[in-house]
């Protein structure tokens, strides 16, 4: 019913920029809240961002001041802009979105930051 693409992980050294982008389509309004979340090697899966009707947002405590979350309407994408990216970022970032009540999850993108 949603089909959710992430995109734009890859390695980055401490201090670096990266910019994430999942594209949604199939059953989903525009106004859907979607977020962020990130999965650590062992860990649990954690909330990250999210951006919901009239673009109001949440972050994270561990990315606040950090990352931004935007969201095109017109192209059903929303982005996650990452700065100064420390090694504890370092996970498969996963799209999110809630659709009547469901959630729904992209395949994750691996965003590794080393030096």
């Known amino acids: 019913q949603v089909q959710l693409v992430e995109s734009g992980g890859g390695l980055v050294q401490p201090g670096g920029s990266l910019r994430l982008s999942c594209a949604a389509s199939?059953?989903?309004?525009?106004?859907?809240?979607m977020g962020w979340y990130r999965q650590a090697p062992g860990k649990q899966r954690e909330f990250v961002s999210i951006i919901a009707t009239g673009s109001s947002t949440n972050y994270a405590d561990s990315v606040k001041g950090r990352f931004t979350i935007s969201r095109d309407s017109a192209t059903n994408t929303v982005y996650l802009q990452m700065h100064s990216l420390k090694p504890e970022d370092t996970a498969v970032y996963y799209c999110?979105?809630?659709?009547?009540?469901?959630?729904?999850w992209g395949q994750g993108t691996q965003v590794t930051v080393s030096a």
């Open positions: 999110n979105a809630i659709v009547d009540g469901k959630n729904y």
């Open positions: 199939g059953s989903i309004f525009s106004y859907s809240p």
